[in-house]
T-cell receptor, first 112, second 109 residues
Framework: SQTIHQWPATLVQPVGSPLSLECTVE??????LYWYRQAAGRGLQLLFY??????ISSEVPQNLSASRPQDRQFILSSKKLLLSDSGFYLC???????????FGQGTRLTVV | DAKTTQPNSMESNEEEPVHLPCNHS???????IHWYRQLPSQGPEYVIH???SNVNNRMASLAIAEDRKSSTLILHRATLRDAAVYYC??????????FGGGTRLMVKP
C-alpha cells in the first residue's frame, strides 16, 4: 500500500535560519507531489507541485523553494526564514484527476 | 482548476443527516468533483469523488446535479467525529490541486 512520510512533526526556528522539510512516498512511482501551507485558521495555499524528478512549478512567489531529487522525495527549503513563514506545511501526492490525493500528517513550523 | 463556492460554516445535530452544498458553475466536461475533509491539526483526507453520476461509499454520498453546476456531499448520520472542514474541489487533466475555503461543519451532541 502507498504511504507518505513527512517530518518533522513540529519545528521551532529563529528568524533568518534555514529550513529543510522532507516528504517521501512509498509504494508508488512517478506521483505528482505537492507542498501546501496553512496559516492558523486559514485554508490550504498551494506552494509548489512537481510532475517528475527535477520538475518544479511554483504557485506563489516567496522565499521558499522546492526540489525533487528522487522520484518519491520532495523537499521544501528556505535559506532565511521570515516570521510570516510560520504555519502548517503539508505534503501530498496523487496520480490522475480521477484518483484521490493522499496527504502527510504535516509539519507545524513556528518562526520566532 | 475551476472555482467552487461553499458556505463558510454549517451546524448539524448528532445522528442527523448533513447536506453540504458546493456550487461550481464554471465546471467543464472533464472536471471531476472531489471532496476532502480536514480534522483539526491533521492533513486533509479523501472523502469521495465523482464525474456525472451520484456516488456512494462507506463515508458519504455525493449527489451531482444534472447540469453538474452544483453538488452535495451527504453524511447520512453525523457523528462528533465528523466535525471538520469539508473542501469541494474540481480536478481535471491538469496537475493542479487547489483548495478553496471549505465549509466548517460543527456537530452538536
Amino acid at each position: 500500500s502507498q504511504t507518505i512520510h513527512q517530518w518533522p512533526a513540529t519545528l521551532v526556528q529563529p528568524v533568518g535560519s534555514p529550513l529543510s522539510l522532507e516528504c517521501t512516498v512509498e509504494g508508488t512511482s512517478n506521483p505528482n507531489l505537492y507542498w501546501y501551507r496553512q496559516a492558523a485558521g486559514r485554508g490550504l495555499q498551494l506552494l509548489f507541485y512537481s510532475v517528475g524528478i527535477g520538475q518544479i512549478s511554483s504557485e506563489v512567489p516567496q522565499n521558499l523553494s522546492a526540489s525533487r531529487p528522487q522520484d518519491r522525495q520532495f523537499i521544501l527549503s528556505s535559506k532565511k526564514l521570515l516570521l510570516s513563514d510560520s504555519g502548517f506545511y503539508l505534503c501530498a501526492w496523487m496520480w490522475a484527476a480521477n484518483t484521490e490525493a493522499f496527504f502527510g500528517q504535516g509539519t507545524r513550523l513556528t518562526v520566532v | 482548476d475551476a472555482k467552487t463556492t461553499q458556505p463558510n460554516s454549517m451546524e448539524s445535530n448528532e445522528e442527523e443527516p448533513v447536506h453540504l452544498p458546493c456550487n461550481h458553475s464554471t465546471i467543464s466536461g472533464t472536471d471531476y468533483i472531489h471532496w476532502y475533509r480536514q480534522l483539526p491539526s491533521q492533513g486533509p483526507e479523501y472523502v469521495i469523488h465523482g464525474l456525472t453520476s451520484n456516488v456512494n461509499n462507506r463515508m458519504a454520498s455525493l449527489a451531482i446535479a444534472e447540469d453538474r453546476k452544483s453538488s452535495t456531499l451527504i453524511l447520512h448520520r453525523a457523528t462528533l467525529r465528523d466535525a471538520a472542514v469539508y473542501y469541494c474541489i474540481l480536478r481535471n487533466a491538469g496537475n493542479m490541486l487547489t483548495f478553496g475555503g471549505g465549509t466548517r461543519l460543527m456537530v452538536k451532541p
